[in-house]
């Protein structure tokens, strides 16, 4: 919707439910395939299986360095060991390895969902009027930046933009709305809210009940408090598997378009927002060196979920319990970064890197060796 027009728009849409309705339910416009450049296209199945097994070995090895959120008693309750990925080509079949077909809590890889209705209904300045596009470089459930600073929060990826982000929702939606369309845009219909963990979540929230308060203390939350945080809980107490995640993957990668069918679930600004969100700030405060090391836009949960587009390539969805410092699957990263670049999934891949191997010293080096600089 043209921002010019935004708060007029926006005063329509809440008082217009069926077309609410009509956006959450994406939009049945037929959109013909992009045309795949022939550097985007992938190796062979076969060989990409191959790839992809050599790396999930190489990643259970590092789960043993990580744990389960105990934070939250229910995710305590997970299996650490559990690893599996589901890696979605634009062209080609999907591919599945290991426990794909594990459900478990999207957590904070629903914030992704959250942005793209808050964009679609509510448009990107009332969102953007809440939150900003910085990275924090704080934890995700930090308190510092906004009560330090007299600031909103620095993105809608982590807690406290996420909350603001429910608080513009609530008005607007219903959870069952989402549920809905969370099931449309991950291609599963068994998506259900997970009552024990919410139950769990619910009795534990206190930091995140503190930043909603102080969020609601400086007007960016206007909803009731309580509310909201509900809303925000359940989105992240929704059962999902791998998957699920690489269809939600597979139509971000593809400019918001299913491949499979031609609907289009949302604009292609919004599409483009997300990815750039995802790389810059959806690892948290490890979003930086993970875009260095693995080059692919990513929102991680701390149900062990990871998911991750390589746009005009696939749609990758992860799951691996056992997290790291920063709340992120340990042999998820280890995974997606074995496989970055023999699967051309960077999202700076190009063929003629390997060359630059067999062209000896780089110039940098050869004015460093001769004290030019």
Avoid at 79 to 84: A, E, F, I, T
Avoid at 339 to 360: A, C
Wanted: glycine residues 8%; aromatic residues 6%; charged residues 25%.
């Amino acid at each position: 919707m043209a921002d010019s027009n935004n708060k007029e728009v926006h005063q329509k849409l809440k008082g217009n439910k069926s077309e609410i309705q009509k956006k959450l339910a994406g939009r049945n416009t037929i959109h013909m395939d992009p045309v795949i450049d022939r550097h985007y296209q992938l190796i062979g199945a076969g060989k990409s299986k191959e790839i992809i097994q050599r790396a999930m070995d190489l990643a259970r090895e590092e789960i043993p360095k990580g744990a389960v959120a105990t934070y939250i008693p229910e995710l305590g309750k997970m299996d650490p060991h559990q690893l599996g990925i589901c890696l979605y080509p634009l062209k080609g079949d999907k591919i599945t390895l290991g426990d794909c077909d594990v459900r478990f809590t999207m957590q904070s890889v629903s914030k992704v969902i959250m942005l793209i209705v808050a964009l679609e209904v509510c448009g990107l300045k009332p969102v953007f009027r809440k939150v900003g596009m910085e990275p924090s470089g704080e934890a995700f459930d930090s308190l510092v930046e906004l009560d330090v600073n007299d600031s909103k929060p620095y993105n809608p990826l982590i807690n406290s933009g996420a909350l603001a982000v429910c608080g513009l929702l609530l008005p607007e939606v219903s959870f069952q709305d989402m549920l809905r369309f969370t099931r449309n845009i991950c291609s599963d219909q068994d998506i259900e809210l997970n009552e024990d963990v919410f139950d769990s979540e619910m009795k534990t929230c206190s930091r995140n009940r503190s930043i909603a308060y102080l969020l609601e203390s400086k007007g960016i939350i206007t909803t009731d408090v309580e509310d909201t945080l509900r809303f925000y809980t359940k989105m992240c107490s929704m059962n999902v598997t791998a998957e699920s995640l690489a269809n939600l993957g597979r139509k971000l990668a593809n400019d918001g378009v299913s491949a499979s069918d031609g609907k289009r679930y949302m604009s292609s600004r919004t599409a483009r927002i997300v990815k750039t969100l995802m790389l810059t700030c959806g690892m948290y405060d490890g979003s930086g060196s993970f875009a260095i090391k693995v080059g692919i836009p990513t929102k991680s949960g701390v149900g062990g979920g990871l998911l991750s587009v390589s746009d005009k390539r696939a749609g990758i969805g992860v799951f691996g319990p056992a997290l790291d410092a920063q709340g992120n699957s340990i042999a998820g990263c280890k995974l997606l970064r074995e496989i970055s670049n023999e699967l051309r999934l960077n999202l700076f891949y190009d063929p003629e890197w390997n060359k630059e191997e067999d062209m000896g010293e780089t110039v940098l080096r050869e004015m460093q060796e001769n004290s030019v600089m």
